[in-house]
Each structure stands twice: as C-alpha cells, then as structure tokens.
Antibody, heavy 116, light 107 residues
C-alpha cells in the first residue's frame, strides 16, 4: 500500500524558514515524480511544486518561485520542501503526493502557520 | 497558465440524486485531467484520472467524461459519504492548476 507521511510543519514568523519532509513507502520511490500541493484556510487546492524521479528537473508555482526549493533523497525514500522567506499567505496544510497522470496518492498533510 | 473553471461552486442534493459537475479549461488539455474529492480535515483523494478512468477502489457510481476543454464528473446516485468538495485539475502543462471546487451539500 502506498503511504506518504509528511512532517515538519509548525508555527513560524513571517520571513522565517521551515523544511517539510515526506516519507514514502509501499512503492518504488525512485521511479516516481513527486509533488506538493497546499490548501489555505477557506481556499481551494493550490499546486506548489513538482520534481521528477531523478531530481534533475523541478517546477514551481509563481507564488513560491525563488522562495521554496523541492528536493528528494531517493536513498531515504524522502521528499523535501525547503520554505524560506515565509509570508502570511503561505499558511496552509501542505500535502505531498506521488505524481502520475496528476497527483495520484496523497499524504495526510502537515500544517504550516505563518504568523507573528 | 491554463485556467480551470468549475461549475457550480456549490450545490444541494439529496441522497439518490444524480449529480453533475462541469470543468472547463481555458485551452485544450487533451484528456490530461483528474477529479479529486476532499472532505473536511482530510487529504484529497483522486477519483478519476485521464478524464474518464476510475481510480482503483473508487465506487462505480463516479464517472468522468470529456476531452479538450470540457469535462464532467457525474455521481449517478449520491450517497451520504459523497458529501464533500470536488476539484478538477489539469496536468497538461506547468503550472498545474486546479478548479475552484464544488461543494456538494445535503438538501
């Protein structure tokens, strides 16, 4: 069974940083593209970033480009999202998902709150 | 960027009703579209991929159709567990985009 478990969320001040992790199991992680999607309170789903299976190509939403960095460690079956220069509008539940014909299987999410 | 427009944004329906949700893409996306269900406090769950393919384990009352710019999600007989918010999403090109969501409520 595919399982994705996010961690690393929390409360951070504007301008601060956080690193999210997503531990994967139940599938061959190194063969799969992966991504992050977020849901802010009262808003819809917003795609954040994707990374191909090798890590050689990455993609970002304009709203996070230059501030967030997606990466992966295929030896540890783990996906990461480094979030810098956080803003109030980055407050959301962040989900990781494996990517195949869109976001296929999703983790349970980790909550990021940006507030002073 | 490809804009995804869902309609309606909300609807009220009764158990047993047939429900149809529409998603329109601002440009052609072939069949590169998925439908997702999200319940409050839970992770989204994919129901349909490639516009019309049922995700494994999803009840057959859910179906998807369409290609190009017009897509439809149909629930043939609404069940109590189907009250949720539904999203379409295109993966034809980056940035990936979602529709605004359709909240299905109990009448």
């Amino acid at each position: 069974e595919v399982q994705l478990l996010e961690s690393g969320g929390g409360l951070v001040q504007p301008g601060g940083s956080l690193r999210l992790s997503c531990a994967a199991s139940g599938f061959t992680f190194s063969n799969n593209a992966m991504g992050w999607v977020r849901k802010a309170p009262g808003k819809g789903l917003e795609w954040v970033s994707n990374i191909i299976s090798s890590g050689g190509s990455t993609y970002y939403a304009d709203s996070v480009k230059g501030r967030f960095t997606i990466s992966r460690d295929n030896s540890k079956n783990t996906l990461y999202l480094q979030m810098n220069s956080l803003r109030d509008e980055d407050t959301a539940v962040y989900y990781c998902a494996n990517y195949g014909y869109g976001m296929a299987v999703w983790g349970q999410g980790t909550t990021v709150t940006v507030s002073s | 960027d490809i804009q995804m427009t869902q309609s309606p944004s909300s609807l009220s329906a009764s158990v047993g009703d047939r429900v149809t949700i529409t998603c329109r893409a601002s440009q052609g996306i072939r069949n590169d579209l998925g439908w997702y269900q999200q319940k409050p406090g839970k992770a989204p769950k994919r129901l349909i991929y490639a516009a019309s393919n049922l995700q494994s384990g999803v009840p057959s009352r859910f179906s998807g159709s369409g290609s190009g710019t017009e897509f439809t999600l149909t629930i043939s007989s609404l069940q109590p567990e189907d009250f949720a918010t539904y999203y379409c999403s295109q993966h034809n090109s980056y940035p990936l985009t979602f529709g605004g969501g359709t909240k299905v409520e109990i009448k």
